[in-house]
T-cell receptor
Framework: EDKVVQSPLSLVVHEGDTVTLNCSYEVTNFRSLLWYKQEKKAPTFLFMLTSSGIEKKSGRLSSILDKKELFSILNITATQTGDSAVYLCAGANTGNQFYFGTGTSLTVIP | NAGVTQTPKFQVLKTGQSMTLQCAQDMNHEYMSWYRQDPGMGLRLIHYSVGAGITDQGEVPNGYNVSRSTTEDFPLRLLSAAPSQTSVYFC???????WGRGTEAFFGQGTRLTVV
């Protein structure tokens, strides 16, 4: 059975902290790992990772994929209140199916 | 630059009523899908389509019907609403990339459905 598991389920940090969100996956015919940010409405795309060990970076956010261990992490440095959201991880297979985890709810306190 | 448009944004139904959630995309995406999102359950796939005239079931298809008569539109029908169908529904679309790294899914703004 294809599945994606995220941890922790929720996280509360203070502004300026660095956080690491985890995502493990078991997806048959795996093609890519995607991260989304969801703030009370539609998920918005952050990263797509297809190769192991190559870090993707966008501002204070970065992500990396380990295809041997079937694992990805999303790092957020110098967190801000605007980073408060649910972060979703999804594994995509070669048939274009996306398997989503339950998400990590991040709350950043001023 | 519309992207994926879902209507309505909110809906309250009585048990046993039927309704259709509309989804339209203007990006010429072949792949369209419907998810429901419930607390603690993540996004679960209801139905999907890889092109006009082709639909298939996802993880939780019971009680829902879809059709894909055009590339742009992918409506979701609730046949006889039940309280268990209270949820937030998202439509998503993407290109089908047969080779290489794949592509991301683009989401509509969601429909919050309450069945009483």
């Amino acid at each position: 059975e294809d599945k994606v598991v995220q941890s922790p389920l929720s996280l509360v940090v203070h502004e300026g902290d660095t956080v690491t969100l985890n995502c493990s996956y078991e997806v048959t015919n795996f093609r890519s790992l995607l991260w989304y940010k969801q703030e009370k409405k539609a998920p918005t795309f952050l990263f797509m990772l297809t190769s192991s060990g190559i870090e993707k970076k966008s501002g204070r956010l970065s992500s990396i994929l380990d295809k041997k261990e079937l694992f990805s992490i999303l790092n957020i440095t110098a967190t801000q209140t605007g980073d408060s959201a649910v972060y979703l991880c999804a594994g995509a297979n070669t048939g274009n199916q996306f398997y989503f985890g339950t998400g990590t709810s991040l709350t950043v306190i001023p | 630059n519309a992207g994926v448009t879902q209507t309505p944004k909110f809906q309250v139904l009585k048990t046993g009523q039927s309704m259709t959630l509309q989804c339209a995309q203007d990006m010429n995406h072949e792949y369209m899908s419907w998810y429901r999102q419930d607390p603690g359950m993540g996004l679960r796939l209801i139905h999907y389509s890889v092109g006009a005239g082709i639909t298939d079931q996802g993880e939780v298809p019971n009680g829902y019907n879809v059709s894909r008569s055009t590339t742009e539109d992918f409506p979701l029908r609730l046949l006889s609403a039940a309280p268990s169908q209270t949820s937030v529904y998202f439509c998503a679309s993407s290109y089908i990339i047969r080779w290489g790294r794949g592509t991301e899914a683009f989401f509509g703004q969601g429909t919050r459905l309450t069945v009483v």
